[in-house]
């Protein structure tokens, strides 16, 4: 199972949107609402910030969204702070053989 | 609060055992969840190595099926990892999460580094 695509990097003003993509296959973010999104620091554990493609849990802010199309995932971070820059990685649920498999992760940057 | 706590060697030779226990309070292992192990090597991203639920189910990554083994002890509120035949490659820090039955991790341990070196 190969992990599923993202951008390597994004980057935005503060204030600015910023769209992080994540594509897979039929298999897995095609077939399944099964996406998640996490926020990482440097040195630090993964933190979640989107599931089931657009829900977000208590205590994230608002500026976090997300959404699907076809086999494409994307994280939108409206209102850029500089709080937001971080490593973001998607994850799916993929039928074959019951895996979870992870985006490479995005660098996002606040100029 | 949910809390999870990876532990074990920091160290490992080259072809030995990679052993590690997460420690789960504030939550039973007994719960609607699955306990999930995923590994960054440095400067990398995430990998997803597998996943325990408390009746014994098992789902594991194919790429290192052969060499890993999870396991569960309800009677400690913990589950376990090992790895065999460990190289260079699997030098990494290894987070322990909880995962709920609709495939996200919603809690994570702080992560522990271990280094396979002789």
Redesign the interface.
């Known amino acids: 199972?190969s992990?599923l695509t993202q951008p390597p990097s994004a980057s935005g003003s503060p204030g600015q949107s910023v769209t992080i993509s994540c594509t897979g296959t039929s298999s897995d973010v095609g077939r399944?609402n099964?996406v998640?999104w996490?926020q990482q620091y440097p040195g630090?554990?993964?933190?979640?910030v989107i599931?089931?493609v657009t829900k977000r849990?208590s205590g994230v802010p608002a500026r976090f969204s997300g959404s699907k199309s076809g086999n494409t995932a994307s994280l939108t971070v409206s209102g850029l702070q500089a709080e937001d820059e971080a490593v973001y990685?998607c994850?799916?649920?993929a039928a074959s053989?019951?895996?979870?498999?992870?985006?490479?992760?995005t660098k996002l940057t606040v100029l | 609060q949910v809390q999870l706590q990876e532990s074990g060697p920091g160290l490992v030779k080259p072809s030995g055992t990679l052993s590690l226990t997460c420690g789960v309070s504030g939550a039973s292992i007994s719960s609607s969840y699955w306990w999930t192990w995923v590994r960054q090597p440095p400067g990398k991203g995430l990998e997803w190595i597998g996943e325990i639920y408390h009746s014994g189910i098992i789902n594991y990554n194919p790429s290192l099926k052969s060499r890993v083994t999870i396991s569960i002890d309800k009677s400690k509120n913990q589950f376990s990892l090992k790895l065999s035949s460990v190289t260079a490659a699997d030098t990494a820090v290894y987070f322990c999460a909880r995962e709920s039955l609709e495939s996200y991790f919603d809690y994570w341990g702080r992560g522990t580094l271990v280094t396979v070196s002789s």
Not at chain 1, 44 to 48: C, D, R
Not at chain 1, 97 to 105: C, K, M, S, T, W
């Open positions: 199972q992990a399944f099964y998640s996490y630090q554990a993964p933190k979640l599931y089931e849990p990685y994850n799916s649920y053989n019951n895996l979870r498999v992870f985006g490479g992760g």
